[in-house]
């Protein structure tokens, strides 16, 4: 079977503060999938990034009294750096103000567009939510303030360029109704497709070089103008691959690849399904092929940010209780639709449940069993499937049922089909008592021998599935697991704990605030 091809993105985040846990759940979702596909024998390119440009970057920089350049290269660099803590194997990290493939990509999708009559200048009143860089109406404000930070729009007028999206709207309702824009999980479909259905308005696409305090990509030929951050940030999933250059990553991951996956948060869905599909029409280039939404991380029900109250540090959580236990969490726990808040009692309660108690305990058992009853050396299954034809069959059935579930974009349901191999070899060894059978062989009973040998065949088998198809979620876990059930010289290693007790070793059970 030939490799199929995947583009898989984060969002690019504003770098006004440091990183917290909400977007880390972005980067390990993107993360997992990118390590099944490869798994599968898929290539993938991995892409996530900052969004430099920002005006909310502007903000802080003088708050905190010193030049944006500066705050932006110290927060970037803060994003960079959650690679090693949260076990991320992406293969291009862009950001925007540096980068010297993103402005001339930029620049030269602006110029397709106006190419196309669909930008145009003119004089604008509206309101506008620096948190969201993005000017609302009335109507669609709660309280006269913005749902989504809670705080109220500054008016602003001012003449900018428009992008004509009214003109794409019947396309785009073709496109993700029919499923050429596959939108995930379905409510967010249904969300996109009423907001194309209540009409779509042009939307500003540049700011005064004035307000934007100087910061941003000039507009091509109007340099009173800066191209609006929206349209910077989103530009940079074509920007990456050298779109504007002669870099023939563009051609082979943008243009010919099989899938264009972009994971965004539920806040930004309108940029992604919507605003980005069009621009997109407008200069001609392929779409997307799929957008997956995910809800928000919460602390006492309020989501999490950046600053205040309810951050929350990834790189302190990793520090306190592992990258496993960071990624399992969110990974185990989070659903496909619905806010999920976080706690560190209940991170902790998740890795002593599944790791030191489910999984590590599994692996424990059988390595020890091995050296115990076979000198270590992993026996022959022979013909005798004495209680372990469940086994068996769940270890087939696992990659099916998980590869369905990450089709789906259902993180928790992969996991619990990988659970389902560690619970099954549970049920087997309390069916089988492998102590047992090794007690009727030293008697000389030459069938519990046998059955013996089966069972740890078995058991055997189903350490290393489960190796195999966790890695994409705890890579290093699966590695230690794997290590663990791999003979050196015909032997396996000694039996050692995979995994401490959290609750007993974890020097500060609560990272969790400024």
């Known amino acids: 079977m030939t490799a199929r091809r995947h583009f898989v993105t984060t969002t690019i985040p504003y770098v006004n503060a440091r990183p917290h846990l909400g977007f880390a759940l972005e980067l390990v979702q993107a993360d997992t999938l990118a390590r099944h596909r490869r798994r599968r024998g898929d290539q993938v390119r991995l892409l996530s990034g900052t969004d430099d440009h920002s005006l909310k970057n502007v903000l802080a920089a003088e708050a905190e009294g010193v030049d944006v350049r500066t705050l932006v290269d110290r927060n970037a660099e803060a994003f960079a750096a959650l690679r090693d803590p949260l076990a991320l194997s992406y293969d291009d990290f862009i ?130 103008q800066v191209v609006y951050v929206w349209w910077d940030a989103l530009g940079n999933y074509v920007t990456s691959l050298g779109y504007g250059t002669d870099d023939p990553a563009y051609e082979r991951w943008w243009v010919t690849g099989d899938r264009r996956v972009h994971l965004v948060g539920k806040g930004v869905v309108r940029f992604h399904a919507v605003y980005w599909p069009a621009i997109l029409l407008s200069a001609g280039l392929p779409l997307p092929t799929d957008v997956l939404v995910h809800d928000y991380l919460t602390v006492d029900g309020r989501k999490i940010s950046k600053s205040g109250a309810t951050t929350v540090d990834p790189i302190a959580l990793t520090e306190a209780y592992g990258t496993d236990a960071v990624r399992w969490w969110l990974l185990r726990e989070v659903p496909r639709v619905g806010d999920t808040d976080f706690t560190a009692d209940r991170l902790v309660d998740r890795a002593d449940a599944d790791f030191a108690g489910g999984l590590g305990n599994l692996v424990h058992r059988v390595v020890t069993m091995v050296h115990r009853y076979r000198g270590g050396a992993v026996p022959s299954p022979g013909t005798d499937r004495f209680a372990v034809a469940a086994l068996l069959d769940a270890c087939e059935r696992a990659p099916g049922l998980i590869d369905t579930a990450l089709a789906g974009y259902d993180f928790r349901r992969a996991a619990d089909a990988v659970w389902a191999v560690v619970e099954e070899a549970d049920r087997c060894v309390d069916a089988t008592r492998p102590w047992e059978l090794a007690r009727a062989e030293r008697q000389g009973n030459a069938r519990a021998a046998e059955r013996l040998d089966a069972v740890l065949a078995a058991l055997v088998t189903a350490c290393r599935v489960l190796a195999e198809e966790l890695w994409p979620f705890i890579p290093g876990a699966a590695a230690r697991i794997a290590e663990r059930v791999t003979p050196v010289a015909g032997v396996l290693p000694p039996s050692q704990p995979l995994f401490p007790r959290l609750r007993e070793s974890a020097p500060d059970r609560r990272p969790v605030g400024p």
């Open 95 to 224: 950001r925007t103000s540096s980068d010297p493939r993103h402005r001339v990509g930029v620049e030269r999708l602006w110029r397709r567009c106006a190419a196309a009559g669909d930008l145009y200048r003119k004089a604008y009143d509206g309101l506008y939510c620096v948190g969201c860089e993005q000017f609302y109406t009335e109507d669609e404000l709660v309280g006269g303030r913005c749902a989504e930070h809670g705080t109220a729009p500054e008016p602003v007028r001012e003449e900018n360029w428009f992008f004509r999206l009214s003109r794409h709207a019947g396309r785009l309702q073709e496109l993700i109704g029919d499923g050429t824009l596959r939108i995930e999980p379905a409510a967010r479909r249904n969300e996109v497709l009423a907001l194309i259905a209540g009409g779509l308005r042009d939307f500003s696409v540049s700011r005064s070089h004035t307000r934007a305090r100087g910061w941003g990509i000039p507009v091509p030929d109007d340099p009173s």
